[in-house]
């Protein structure tokens, strides 16, 4: 049954099933990942664009709140070989449009052989070519969104674990994943969640023991207030940052960023961490990347295409990773740099990255 469409940016139109209706655009961008497709579904990493999964099957396992990583769904659209009627139950409750049964081997073909493009779908039985391609036509007329930062933070200051007997971590919301928070919590800190274009007064207001930079969508350079933060504490307070944390504070310090062909999404991404030579599994899904530290040293690097994957300065009291050490369901790899990040907190330590050696 074709009740779906979907017009690409290098022309084609293809034939799909409707699992959830509706007509969104977007950029289009894929995962490697085999599992975790709720946490992927509810990263606020992927506002704005069009998911596809080049795993076949996606809903294997169901549908548990408990494994989001935010409050709702945030690609604007979801695409699948196959999904289960669970997924496309929840995506129809979330509004958001989702279509199967497509070739998605060749989808994921096309974007890593033209890079990341954009998209317009139209799903449900009013569907048409025409429509999907008046999305396209449409989002390829969209400037890109410069604001964005405030789609996916928190509009005001939350705390998290008050009472806790670790330092206090001011963690600014570009986009943060839960389980970051949870991963702090986890280490008995105190978590002040302040939004993505806090003040250097709202900082200053949870007198915290280390600045935070979470991940988040988009350019980093749409991030101006979070690198001012870091401009404003380097040298006074320990930094971090995970993702678009890493660019934004790279970009901080005299560093520069670029936009990539198609990326880096998925849960088997080997990074090597150049002290130990030691290979490890990470999750990741970033689509700009570090392309000068600036005063940063490269600590780890993408053993696939020799990018940026670690940043540190033991002088300035700095550790970010372009990957994502707190991924749900995994793998686990990586979560010692939390415990990296609240050792910068103690006093007259150096962090050594645990997890990696």
């Not at 946490?39 to 169901?62: A, C, H, K, M, R």
């Not at 940043?311 to 749900?328: C, F, G, K, N, V």
């Not at 415990?339 to 990255?353: C, G, N, Y």
């Amino acid at each position: 049954m074709t009740d779906a469409y979907v017009a690409l940016e290098n022309g084609q139109v293809v034939e799909a099933r409707a699992r959830a209706p509706g007509r969104t655009r977007g950029e289009l961008v894929f995962t490697t990942a085999y599992t975790g497709y709720e946490e992927s579904l509810t990263d606020p990493s992927y506002e704005e664009q069009v998911l596809t999964f080049s795993y076949p099957l996606i809903g294997n396992y169901g549908v548990r709140e408990e494994r989001f990583e935010s409050e709702r769904v945030h690609p604007r659209a979801a695409i699948a070989r196959e999904f289960t009627e669970d997924v496309a139950e929840w995506l129809t409750e979330e509004g958001i449009p989702a279509v199967d049964h497509l070739d998605t081997r060749d989808l994921v073909t096309n974007i890593r052989e033209e890079g990341a493009m954009k998209c317009g779908i139209a799903a449900g039985p009013d569907a048409t070519p025409e429509a999907a391609e008046e999305e396209l036509e449409q989002c390829k007329a969209m400037s890109e969104h410069t604001d964005i930062g405030k789609q996916v933070s928190v509009d005001e200051r939350q705390t998290h674990n008050p009472d806790g007997d670790g330092p206090t971590v001011a963690l600014i919301d570009c986009g943060a994943k839960g389980s970051i928070t949870s991963s702090l919590v986890d280490r008995d800190a105190t978590v002040e969640l302040l939004p993505y274009d806090a003040t250097v007064a709202d900082v200053e207001s949870v007198d915290p023991d280390v600045l935070f930079i979470s991940n988040g969508p988009g350019d980093p350079k749409n991030f101006e207030q979070a690198a001012a933060l870091v401009d404003e504490y380097v040298d006074d307070l320990p930094l971090a940052g995970i993702c678009l944390g890493q660019q934004v504070i790279a970009e901080a310090l005299g560093g520069e960023t670029e936009k990539m062909e198609f990326g880096h999404r998925g849960v088997n991404q080997p990074v090597q961490d150049l002290r130990t030579e030691k290979v490890v599994m990470t999750t990741q899904n970033h689509g700009y990347t570090v392309s000068e530290p600036g005063q940063l040293e490269v600590t780890q690097i993408n053993v696939n295409d020799d990018t940026p994957e670690g940043l540190e300065s033991d002088e300035m009291d700095i550790i970010t990773r372009q990957y994502h050490p707190e991924a749900h369901p995994g793998p686990n790899d990586t979560l010692s740099f939390f415990d990296d990040v609240i050792a910068l907190t103690e006093e007259d330590s150096v962090a050594t990255p645990s997890a990696d050696d």
